[in-house]
C-alpha cells in the first residue's frame, strides 16, 4: 500500500525525516523581553558567601557523670551517688528537685462470707452477730513521684497494694532528697 503524495513536503524529503532536517535542533522561541541578545554573553553567577554555622554540639554527654553503682531505684527512675538515670535521660544528682504524692486510697468493709456467716449464726444464738467485726482492707492507687532537674522533668507511678507500700516508696525518695544535697 503506498501513501498518498503529500503536497507540502519538498521534493527532495522523505515522509520519514523530521521537519526540520536530518540535523536539525528544536528551536523555542521565547517572547523578546525574556531573549538574550546575540551579541552579548551570559553574565556569571553572582559569588555568595556561605556563612558558617558551628557545629552541633550535645548539652551534656551521657558519661559527663561518673558511673557507680544504684544505690536505690523508684520505679523506672535508678539514682545512683552522682547521676539519676531516667527513661527522659540522665542527671545530675545535684540541684535536682524530688516530689511525692501519695494518690492511693485504703478501704475498709465487711466481707461477704462474714455477713452469710453472721445470718445463719444469729438465729442459733446471738453470738454469729460477732462475724459483722471481720474487717477486710483493700489499699488501691499509686504514688507518684517526680525528678526534676533543670528543663528535664521525669514523672512515675508507683502502684500501691498495702501502706507498707506507700511508706516505702515514700522513704526511697526522702533517702534520694539526702542524695541530692
Known sequence: MTQPPNHDLPADRSPEEPLGGPTAEPTIHLPAQYQQPADQPY????????????????????QAYPVGPVL????????????????????PTRGTNWSAMDM???EERIPGYAIVLAII?????????????????RTTGFVQVTVQNGQRTHN??????????????????????????
Open 72 to 91: 536505690v531505684t523508684i520505679g523506672d527512675i535508678s539514682v545512683e551517688q552522682h547521676r539519676i538515670v531516667t527513661p527522659a535521660g540522665v542527671m
Open 104 to 106: 492511693s486510697r485504703t
Open 156 to 181: 512515675t507511678h508507683v502502684p500501691a497494694g498495702s501502706p507498707g507500700q506507700v511508706a516505702d516508696t515514700l522513704a526511697r525518695v526522702n533517702f534520694a532528697r539526702t542524695l541530692c544535697v
Open 43 to 62: 553574565p556569571s553567577a553572582p559569588q555568595y558567601q556561605v556563612p558558617v554555622v558551628p557545629q552541633y554540639q550535645p548539652v551534656q554527654p551521657v
Open 121 to 137: 449464726f444469729a438465729l442459733a444464738c446471738l453470738l454469729g452477730l460477732l462475724f459483722l467485726l471481720i474487717k477486710e482492707r
